[in-house]
T-cell receptor, first 111, second 113 residues
Framework: EDQVTQSPEALRLQEGESSSLNCSYT??????LFWYRQDPGKGPEFLFT???AGEEKEKERLKATLTKKESFLHITAPKPEDSATYLC????????????FGQGTRLTINP | KAGVTQTPRYLIKTRGQQVTLSCSPI?????VSWYQQTPGQGLQFLFE???????NKGNFPGRFSGRQFSNSRSEMNVSTLELGDSALYLC????????????FGPGTRLLVL
């Protein structure tokens, strides 16, 4: 069964303090790994898609990387507006559009 | 381009009733997926429709059903509501399917009393 585990569950940082969020996965043939950001009461907002080990994608203060077993979301010099829940999801080769999500990491950036 | 829209945004029902939720995908997108989000279980896949056909279904009881129309708009229906059906129901659309990025709507918050 496809599975995604995110750590830590919650992370509190000071503004400007860089860190990384982890997403470990097991999937029968990875078609894609997706990162989303979700604010309270809203739908997930797309951040990145990674397709193969070694791939990296960057957007503003965020950088996502992928290995054969895990993905990292690195956040550099975060600002309070980066506070949100970050969700990781995988799509299996045989699962059509089905995404399997982790439980998310709740990130809080204090000014 | 307008994003994914969902109606209604909030809904209160009582046990035993049924409910229909609607989703309009991004223009040009033909795949629509539905997810249920609860604090305990997180985001769970309900089903996916592509060109009016259900392509995949999650592990939910038969009370949960859906359909897709020729204009790609989709509806999901929950019959005989239970308290545990209280959740945020999210719809996501993608252009073709199979590795394409899914874009989510704002969700419908359902409360069952």
């Amino acid at each position: 069964e496809d599975q995604v585990t995110q750590s830590p569950e919650a992370l509190r940082l000071q503004e400007g303090e860089s860190s990384s969020l982890n997403c470990s996965y097991t999937v029968s043939g990875l078609r894609g790994l997706f990162w989303y950001r979700q604010d309270p009461g809203k739908g997930p907002e797309f951040l990145f898609t990674l397709y193969s080990a070694g791939e990296e994608k960057e957007k503003e203060r965020l950088k996502a990387t992928l290995t054969k077993k895990e993905s990292f979301l690195h956040i550099t010099a975060p600002k309070p507006e980066d506070s949100a829940t970050y969700l990781c999801a995988v799509q299996a080769a045989q699962g059509a559009q089905k995404l399997v999500f982790g439980q998310g990491t709740r990130l809080t950036i204090n000014p | 381009k307008a994003g994914v829209t969902q109606t209604p945004r909030y809904l209160i029902k009582t046990r035993g009733q049924q409910v229909t939720l609607s989703c309009s995908p991004i223009s040009g997108h033909r795949s629509v997926s539905w997810y249920q989000q609860t604090p305990g279980q997180g985001l769970q896949f309900l089903f996916e429709y592509f060109s009016e056909t259900q392509r995949n279904k999650g592990n939910f009881p038969g009370r949960f059903s859906g359909r897709q129309f020729s204009n790609s708009r989709s509806e999901m229906n929950v019959s005989t509501l239970e308290l545990g059906d209280s959740a945020l129901y999210l719809c996501a659309s993608s252009s073709v399917g199979g590795g394409e990025t899914q874009y989510f709507g704002p969700g419908t918050r359902l409360l069952v009393l």
